[in-house]
């Protein structure tokens, strides 16, 4: 043992002493780990990641049938709300509202009478419609239509049928006084 490693004071006996002490044998480690643990720890391990991933696929491929359900709703729906903007813009057309309002009863004013907002001041004189002003502004509908259609045709046939009638009656009497001497 060298001088600086010696410690002060002691005498060789104990020098011998701590010698023993400090130089035992040291157990050997095994060579090997375990194998059994090793590989039941692995099969545990590779087991619960298959387990997981499956769980991610399954819960992924729900999500895209319910993303597929939910777009194809979404896309019907929009086509609903383009159709009903469709019948929002044909019934608010200027020419529908004119046909309802005359549904309606109401005529067109020939000579309207405005009214200035701010200031609440009429600009021309008001009068009352009696509906012959303008007929050619009256929008028909096409109830209203096929009515006159049908008086114009009743009308046509009364006329043909007292024609009818009116020749009948002129060629018996045309008979009638052929008949007597």
């Known amino acids: 043992m060298s001088a600086l490693w010696a410690p002060l004071g ?35 391990f590779f087991g619960l990641g298959m387990a997981g991933l499956l769980m991610l696929n399954t819960t992924l491929q729900n999500q895209a049938f319910q993303l597929r359900t939910l777009n194809r709703q979404a896309t019907s729906l929009a086509y609903d709300q383009a ?28 000579r309207p009478a405005f009214l200035v907002i701010p200031s609440g001041k009429v600009v021309g004189k008001p009068k009352k419609v009696s509906g012959v002003e303008a007929p050619d502004l009256i929008v028909r509908t096409p109830a209203e239509l096929a009515a006159q259609r049908a008086a114009a045709e009743a009308k046509k046939r009364a006329a043909a049928e007292a024609e009818a009638a009116k020749k009948r009656q002129e060629t018996q009497s ?5 008949g007597t001497p």
């Open 83 to 110: 159709a009903l903007q469709v019948q929002i813009d044909q019934l608010s057309a200027p020419a529908e509202l004119a046909r309802q309002a005359s549904a309606l009863g109401m005529r067109p004013n020939a």
């Open 10 to 44: 002691s005498s060789a006996a104990d020098m011998d002493a701590a010698e023993g002490r400090w130089l035992g044998a040291v157990p050997r480690l095994p060579s090997r780990l375990a194998r059994l643990p090793f590989v039941l720890v692995l099969i545990a």
């Open 174 to 178: 045309d008979s009638d006084n052929q």
